[in-house]
């Protein structure tokens, strides 16, 4: 069984910057995509950022210009890196990956933005 755990959340002022990791038990090479989603208070789990295997990317349009998503194949890790956060970016941060058909969850890490 795929275990992924995720770290690196916190609380921030706005403007700052977190940078998420995203570590899995078994080499990121068998998975299709890695990505990260967030659920905030009341809302609908959203697609933050995804990363294929063949290196595309895609990113949520509130998040474009701010977020990076990148990897680390030698450490089976994902990473989020986060700049310029706001107040609507916090909520709870989950890491994805994808072996079609299945797909396995992290267990979520709080990212909170505020003064």
């Known amino acids: 069984q795929v275990q992924l755990v995720e770290s690196g959340g916190g609380l921030v002022q706005p403007g700052g910057s977190l940078r998420l990791s995203c570590a899995a038990s078994e080499s990121i090479l068998i998975f299709n995509a890695m990505g990260w989603y967030r659920q905030a208070p009341g809302k609908q789990r959203e697609l933050v950022a995804v990363m294929s295997n063949g290196g595309n990317t895609n990113y949520a349009d509130s998040v474009k210009g701010r977020f990076t998503i990148s990897n680390d194949n030698a450490k089976n890790t994902v990473y989020l890196q986060m700049n310029s956060l706001k107040p609507e970016d916090t909520a709870v941060y989950y890491c994805?990956?994808?072996?079609?058909?299945?797909?396995?969850w992290g267990q979520g890490t709080q990212v909170s933005i505020s003064s």
């Open positions: 994805n990956a994808v072996q079609w058909p299945n797909d396995f």
